[in-house]
């Protein structure tokens, strides 16, 4: 066994804040271990982005770059994954806990018959390398160890771990990997790509997350979300009855069967406060909540509870950002 090694998820040779984090980690589970820490990067080509994963941390970076993973595709990206591992036989790998890596990270550890932890916030490293992870909604936490010599397969929670102290000007090893795809293997191709227009910021990644719920009552008066949320730099989020509703689209949704955010500050506006939806924000460091009803669940978890309509109190905090941003 030896590396640390990171699924470095880009797209277009941009990286999400998650991999600097799992790189920072990284780099604590490298020196743990006495291992390297190492990345890899797939796409199509993509060898020039690891010079940006090199000044991260990562010692070595295996590139695999091959048309048929110019998009996402679970067969295309695990079957290669696969390869390499079972080559390289890294001790641990870490994918971020995002939608690409929720869908690969299994995949992976299936065909390797490994185990897998997932959603993991803390690592502990004394007696043994063990994962802490929130189960039942975020109303404890299980600590995982594994048991077997395999490769251990690990999701990282977006917003859990330190970001790597920059190394400018340190150049990784680079390792050119050829994936073995054939076209004929691959279930799934990828005949076009639709971007959807946003310049907000990504939910899971957003420092100040803005989320309405049924108390928003209709989809055009998530505008004034949209609003405060502009001022602080936010992403503006949602309950799950508040998407069943049609007014923000299933991307937007935080909570159990939703996207789990970490932001500094979550201010959740005319939102109960479910069990389930707690469990996607509850990890939270500052929870700010207005609602008019005083018994609502969600003033239990919260930091700052406003009793009051929001739609008095959400443009005069837009208003009052604005002018104390502005001093
Ligand atoms: C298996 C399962 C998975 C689920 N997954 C999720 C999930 O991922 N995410 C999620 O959010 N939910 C999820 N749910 C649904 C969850 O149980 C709740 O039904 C949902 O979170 C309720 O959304 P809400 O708080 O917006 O609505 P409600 O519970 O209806 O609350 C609306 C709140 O708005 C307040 N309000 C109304 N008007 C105003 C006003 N003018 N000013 C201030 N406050 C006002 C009310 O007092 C009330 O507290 C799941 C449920 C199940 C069974």
Known sequence: ???????????????????????????????????????VLMGQNVEEYATVLGEAGADKVFVIDDPLLANYTTDGFANALVKLISTENPSIVLFPNNAVGKDLA?????KLNAGQASDVIAIEYDNGLR??????AGKAFAHVSFTSNRTMIVTIRP????????QPGKQPAIVRYASELDASSLRQIVKDVVRK?????????ADIVVSGGRGMKSAENFKILEELADVLGAAVGASRAAVDEGWREPQYQVGQ??????????IACGISGAIQHLAGMS??????AINKDPEAE?????????????????????????KALAE
């Open 106 to 110: 299994p995949a992976v550890a299936q």
């Open 1 to 39: 066994m030896a590396g640390v090694l990171i699924f470095a998820d880009q797209k277009e040779g941009k990286f999400r804040k998650v991999i600097f984090e799992m790189l920072g980690e990284g780099r604590k589970l490298a020196d743990h271990l006495g291992e390297e820490l190492q990345a």
């Open 159 to 166: 917003k859990a771990f330190e970001a790597a102290t920059p």
């Open 131 to 136: 994962f802490k992870r929130p189960i039942y």
């Open 197 to 205: 227009a946003s310049g907000r910021v990504e939910l899971t990644e």
């Open 257 to 266: 069967t939703g996207k789990v955010v970490s932001p500094t500050l979550y």
């Open 283 to 288: 990890s939270s460091k500052y929870i700010v």
């Open 298 to 322: 969600i003033f239990k978890v919260a930091d700052y509870g406003i009793v009051a309509d929001l739609f008095e109190v959400v443009p005069v905090l837009t208003e009052e950002f604005k």
